[in-house]
């Protein structure tokens, strides 16, 4: 098996195996055993799917740090939208003009794009629909539950707020 081959497959696993541990939270011995079992077949099989780039990407102090300074910026975006929809929910959603906006997109790379579009997709009043590449710039098309401007930038500052400078500092 080649170096970066074993690089993946290792990544892999120690992704699925803090999961495991996460989701399971229990550390007998036969546990521990399974999940790792578990999780080193899974590494094996996806590690393929999974790293695209750099498999020691993980392993880098300042990607991980931003990584976990992410979780944070995008819990608090994500208490917003649902202050917000809550609003509108109990205010007889009077409050809403939906659409559909093309949005552009500064984070570079498959693994920065998707982790931001499934971020605007998880706040509550955005869905992101699609990834478009035109004259080589990256757009999203959005539906937005209250399109309050159609200029896309201006726009765009509004759906992805902060999200987009932390998935940066995450993946460039």
Same mark, same amino acid.
């Given at each position: 098996?080649?170096?970066?081959?074993?690089?993946?497959?290792?990544?892999?696993? *120690?992704?699925?195996?803090?999961?495991?541990? =996460?989701l399971?939270?229990?550390?007998?011995?036969?546990? =521990?055993?399974?999940?790792?079992?578990?999780?080193?077949? *899974? $590494?094996?099989?996806?590690?393929?799917?999974? #790293?695209? +780039?750099?498999?020691?990407?993980?392993?880098?102090?300042?990607?991980?740090?931003?990584?976990?300074?992410y979780?944070? =910026?995008?819990?608090?975006?994500?208490?917003?939208?649902?202050?917000?929809?809550?609003?509108?929910?109990?205010?007889?959603?009077?409050?809403?003009?939906?659409?559909?906006?093309? *949005?552009?997109?500064? $984070?570079?790379?498959? &693994?920065?794009? $998707?982790?931001?579009?499934?971020?605007?997709?998880?706040?509550?009043?955005? #869905?992101?629909?699609?990834?478009?590449?035109?004259?080589?710039?990256? &757009?999203? &098309? #959005?539906?937005? !539950?209250?399109?309050?401007?159609?200029?896309?930038?201006k726009?765009? +500052?509004? #759906?992805?707020?902060?999200? +987009?400078?932390?998935?940066?500092? !995450?993946?460039?």
């Amino acid at each position: 098996m080649q170096k970066n081959r074993l690089s993946s497959v290792l990544s892999t696993f *120690v992704v699925c195996y803090v999961f495991w541990l =996460l989701l399971t939270w229990n550390f007998s011995a036969q546990e =521990l055993v399974m999940g790792a079992v578990v999780c080193l077949c *899974v $590494a094996w099989f996806a590690s393929r799917m999974f #790293i695209h +780039e750099d498999p020691t990407w993980l392993f880098k102090p300042q990607k991980l740090l931003a990584l976990l300074a992410y979780i944070p =910026l995008f819990l608090r975006e994500l208490w917003k939208a649902n202050v917000d929809m809550a609003k509108r929910c109990f205010g007889g959603c009077r409050s809403i003009n939906p659409g559909i906006i093309k *949005v552009p997109v500064e $984070a570079k790379g498959l &693994y920065a794009q $998707a982790m931001l579009a499934n971020s605007i997709t998880l706040t509550p009043g955005t #869905i992101t629909m699609d990834i478009v590449s035109e004259n080589g710039k990256d &757009y999203y &098309y #959005i539906h937005w !539950i209250d399109v309050t401007t159609t200029d896309r930038v201006k726009a765009g +500052e509004i #759906i992805k707020g902060s999200l +987009e400078k932390g998935v940066r500092r !995450i993946w460039e």
